[in-house]
């Protein structure tokens, strides 16, 4: 299973859709800083203990805000922490988060849509129906008032986004799924006795994912940054964790004097969620231009 | 279909996913872990005052119960009492909603005087410099988190350099306009009071500059894939071919017909800077719904939580209502599936 996987991504490498894919990611430079960007975000959010040095929780009452200096870059917070090293672990949280609630809204959202899509009737009836009322909400309100529900924390911040969140992947995968259930393959697929499920997983699921995927890569910028709200608001990710929107809120009582407790902190989430977005939109435009071929 | 029954259809539609929503937030707010009445009694609260306080509130009834004395109560515009201010929660939402509306407005403003210069420009240079400079500002914007973005503001334009006011609606030395509409910038212009109007114009700028980025946006992206879209059109070639200049073309043959989708976009925006004004709110210490909010959710206060949850969603769907009105109206063509 193992080598049929690495085979056919080699085979993909050498492939001239990659290399076409590889040219337009390369022609537009926006593409490439969002790349580079969250590329970035991703390497340092694996290699946060050899980056940052400094313990980001451990306190020290000697070294209370101190502005930035060689030994602290982004200076030190109201308890002695080196903001820098909790910029940097601040990525692990911001990145599991956001990993995590796209991932569980997207498997989520595209079984329940493309199974609403295909089977039509009374279950694609119910589905929409609930999606209108999901959709009735500001996101982050919803979100909010499920977190708060359910109590402050990491684990319930997860689920309060993941609860809002999957009705849009349902929603796209619904409407791929429309436009291919009576094509030819499906039909097809069907004279030869395949089973629904297969039909489903192993025909639909593979040409309704593209808009799923621009949607989930543009997710991923929006989850950073509601998880930075929800942080901030105090609804979120409690101190003494390193997560963006506490520290921004933390150091929001200092801005006057210690401006850089809430401006370095604050960097991250807008150059986070802006690798995201910039990615997304260009791998819109690439899938955009691929189709029009 | 015509347009009378399509309105007459969607408006049924919203009413059952308002009753959907009611449904939705009393399931959140009554099947919560969390505690209110101990968050507020303290845990040094003797079990006989719970109890009292729980029969109180009707805690102590099964959860069916509650829901239909709920509706019951909604349906004659009781939405309880807030547990933290000990007021009405209708009273409490009538007070603080003007201002929200005071700053969401004007942040439309300023997003709709943002995004559609920008997207213009962008289409006009599609795949130039320009083009690549607004779409850029653009996703800024929607990267930005608000509440960061208030934060350095107020501390470089106001704390550093003094050009604009710190948090609030209006100067401390400032009386307050007698209180007609809740709007301050439209009660001081009622009373003549244009000191107060000037300056609450003034306090104004800074949130209404913040959330307007953050909304412009979406305004920006649709009216440079609507213009450009539009700009392939023969229609425009042919007033092109007739030799009338690029200007007339852009402004009176293009731009009209482009303008249709950045209309429901902005109606769709307007639902969901109610969102960013929460994050506004808290920053610039503006009195509205979304420090309302914040702060009802913080402490658990679910009947609040409730009541302004329900208020934001009728806003939003009111808001979807009518572009989806106004859409079907402005252009014929769509048949209203």
């Known amino acids: ?293 | 279909m015509d347009l009378r029954t399509y309105v007459i259809r969607r408006f049924i539609l919203m009413i059952f996913v308002l009753f959907g929503i009611v449904v939705i937030t009393f399931v959140i707010s009554h099947v919560i872990p969390a505690d209110p009445i101990g968050a507020i009694l303290g845990p040094q609260a003797s079990p006989e005052l719970v109890e009292k306080i729980r029969r109180e509130w009707g805690f102590d009834k099964p959860l069916h119960e509650q829901f239909v004395d709920y509706i019951f109560k909604l349906m004659k515009g009781d939405l309880g009492k807030s547990i933290r201010t000990n007021n009405p929660v209708v009273e409490d939402l009538l007070y603080f909603f003007p201002a929200t509306i005071e700053l969401a407005t004007s942040a439309m403003i300023v997003a709709i005087a943002i995004g559609i210069p920008l997207g213009i420009i962008s289409a006009v240079k599609k795949d130039k410099w320009p083009d690549h400079i607004s779409r850029i500002f653009a996703l800024v914007g929607v990267s930005m988190p608000v509440f960061w973005l208030g934060l350095i503001l107020l501390f470089v334009l106001y704390y550093k350099l003094g050009i604009f006011p710190g948090p609030g609606r209006l100067d401390p030395g400032i009386p307050e306009p007698p209180r007609i509409t809740g709007l301050i910038t439209i009660d001081s212009l009622i009373s003549g009071n244009f000191k107060a109007l000037l300056n609450s114009l003034w306090h104004l700028a800074l949130p209404s500059f913040v959330l307007g980025y953050y909304a412009s946006a979406s305004i920006t992206r649709i009216t440079r894939t609507a213009l450009l879209e539009v700009l392939n059109q023969d229609y425009i070639k042919t007033a092109r071919s007739k030799g009338l200049a690029e200007r007339v073309v852009l402004f009176r043959h293009a731009l009209r017909n482009a303008l249709i989708p950045t209309t429901t976009v902005i109606g769709m925006t307007y639902g969901s800077l109610l969102e960013g004004a929460v994050l506004t709110e808290t920053i610039f210490a503006w009195p509205g719904l979304g420090r309302y909010s914040t702060g009802a959710f913080l402490s658990v206060d679910f009947l609040a939580v409730m009541g302004t949850t329900l208020l934001i969603a009728l806003i939003y769907s009111l808001a979807n209502l009518i572009v989806d009105i106004l859409y079907a109206f402005l252009d014929p063509r769509i048949r209203y599936a």
Do not use: C
């Open chain 1, 1 to 293: 299973m193992h080598e049929v996987i690495t085979l056919a991504l080699m085979d993909y490498l050498k492939s001239e859709d990659f290399r076409i894919t590889l040219y337009l990611v390369r022609k537009s430079p926006l593409t490439m800083l969002g790349m580079t960007l969250t590329i970035s975000l991703i390497l340092f959010a694996i290699l946060a203990p050899y980056i940052a040095k400094q313990d980001p929780i451990e306190q020290d009452p000697s070294k209370r805000l101190l502005p930035p200096s060689p030994e602290h870059p982004f200076g030190t917070d109201q308890l002695g922490r080196d903001i820098f090293s909790r910029v940097i672990w601040g990525s692990r949280i911001s990145l599991t988060i956001a990993v995590i609630v796209v991932a569980i809204s997207f498997s989520t959202g595209t079984v329940l849509g493309i199974v609403a899509g295909y089977f039509g009737g009374k279950v694609d009836e119910l589905l929409m129906r609930i999606t209108d009322m999901f959709m009735a909400f500001p996101r982050l309100i919803l979100a909010m008032a499920v977190a708060a529900a359910l109590g402050p924390g990491i684990f319930n911040t997860v689920i309060a986004m993941a609860f809002v969140s999957w009705v849009y992947y349902a929603r796209l995968s619904r409407a791929s799924t429309l436009q291919v259930r009576e094509e030819m393959f499906v039909e097809a697929a069907r004279a030869i006795g395949a089973s629904n499920l297969r039909i489903l997983f192993k025909h639909i699921l593979p040409v309704t994912i593209s808009p799923v995927i621009v949607q989930a890569t543009l997710d991923m910028g929006g989850a950073i940054l509601t998880a930075a709200a929800l942080g901030f608001l105090g609804l979120g990710v409690q101190p003494p964790t390193p997560e963006w929107g506490v520290m921004v809120s933390e150091g929001r009582r200092f801005i006057t004097e210690q401006w850089w407790v809430s401006t370095f902190p604050g960097f991250a989430i807008l150059l986070a969620t802006l690798g995201f977005n910039l990615l997304g939109d260009g791998i819109n435009d690439i899938l955009n231009v691929r189709s029009r071929r």
